[in-house]
């Protein structure tokens, strides 16, 4: 079966400092990779998407950036986080794109 | 354009009610897929069902129903005899096939949050 990972669940920034979250997934091949962000309020904004390897989609401008080095690892990063980063960022991945995303755990990031 | 919308922000009953959270879509697609998704306090989304735009057939899981109707554009969900477990925020969501483009993107309602009390 497929597993999704996400780390680490929860971190405490300064406001410049850099950033690295990391999300696997396990059990299947070439997946589709999303990042979300669940900022107060509830609602889920996609950040970026990817449908294989070196191929990465932004959706919305910002100071984040996402990598994907190998098949079923998915990366997003900052050079120098803001207040406005803070948030709860939820990796997914799914099969076919349309279909159904499975979540990872999420990570909690406050900016402080 | 594409769009859901969750009018309820929030919802709360007593256990062993029944209650129905609203979904209401908007796509330009004719194919088209719609999901449901639990977000328990621990943050985690977990996939509750998929519905094909062209399987109007309404389903039941244990004590959960969906009722897709195409000719109002609604995907409605139904928890029969509510527990303090189901107490999450609830979205719904829905992707386009042919509109969708490559990446076949998920658009989220906001969300309702349904508090049920023992």
């Known amino acids: 079966s497929q597993t999704i990972h996400q780390w680490p669940a929860t971190l405490v920034q300064p406001v410049g400092s850099p950033l690295s979250l990391e999300c696997t997934v396990e059990?299947?091949?070439?997946?589709?990779l999303y990042w979300y962000r669940q900022a107060a309020g509830r609602g889920l904004q996609l950040l970026f998407y990817?449908?294989?390897?070196?191929?990465i989609s932004s959706e919305v401008p910002q100071n984040l950036s996402a990598s994907r080095p190998q098949d079923r690892q998915f990366i997003l990063s900052s050079k120098k986080l803001l207040l406005s980063d803070s948030g709860f960022y939820l990796c997914?991945?799914?099969?076919?794109?349309?279909?159904?995303?499975?979540f990872g755990p999420g990570t909690r990031l406050t900016v402080t | 354009a594409q769009k859901v919308t969750q009018a309820q922000t929030e919802i709360s009953v007593v256990e062993k009610e029944d209650v129905t959270l609203d979904c209401v879509y908007e796509?330009?697609?004719?194919?088209?897929?719609l999901f449901w998704y639990k977000q328990p306090p621990s943050g985690e989304l977990v996939f509750l069902i998929r519905r094909n735009s062209f399987d109007e057939q309404n389903e039941i899981s244990g004590r959960y129903s969906w009722n897709f109707q195409k000719s109002t554009s609604s995907f409605n969900f139904t928890i029969t005899a509510s527990q303090v477990v189901d107490s999450a925020v609830y979205f719904c969501a829905l992707s386009e096939v042919n509109y969708g483009g490559s990446q076949g993107n998920l658009i989220f309602g906001k969300g309702t949050k349904l508090s049920v009390k023992p």
């Open positions: 059990g299947t091949s070439n997946p589709n």
């Open positions: 796509t330009r697609d004719t194919t088209y897929y």
């Open positions: 997914a991945w799914s099969e076919i794109p349309g279909s159904e995303q499975y």
């Open positions: 990817s449908v294989g390897i070196g191929q």
